[in-house]
């Protein structure tokens, strides 16, 4: 077998090419790298406004659940059990409550959506 003498030139030529080729996939590799943190960063920004819009829902049943959780225990003596309208009383306030929670989210800006 004879084996063909490779000439300079061509394998300058190929490491040249070679060069080239990294380097064009080393900038594609970045470019891609941008693109995942961009993905994530607006993954973690969508996480954040349904974590705030959790927040908020929770904070607005937080007073209402103490306040039946009070009425719930079985007392004896109550002044608002011997009431007539006791009852639509304590409903019509944590009504009151919870609407003006969620009128103080809403102005705040804290419920919208962008």
Known sequence: MTSLPLNRQVLLNLRNSCVRLLEDIDAHKQILEGLDNLYYAVQGQRMNEIMKVLTVVSSI??????????????????????????????????????LGLLIFFLRRGWLKRD
């Open 61 to 98: 049943f937080i007073p209402l659940t103490f306040i039946v959780g009070v009425y719930g225990m079985n007392f004896k003596y109550m002044p608002e059990l011997s009431y007539r309208y006791g009852y639509y009383t304590v409903v019509g306030i944590m009504f009151a409550i919870g």
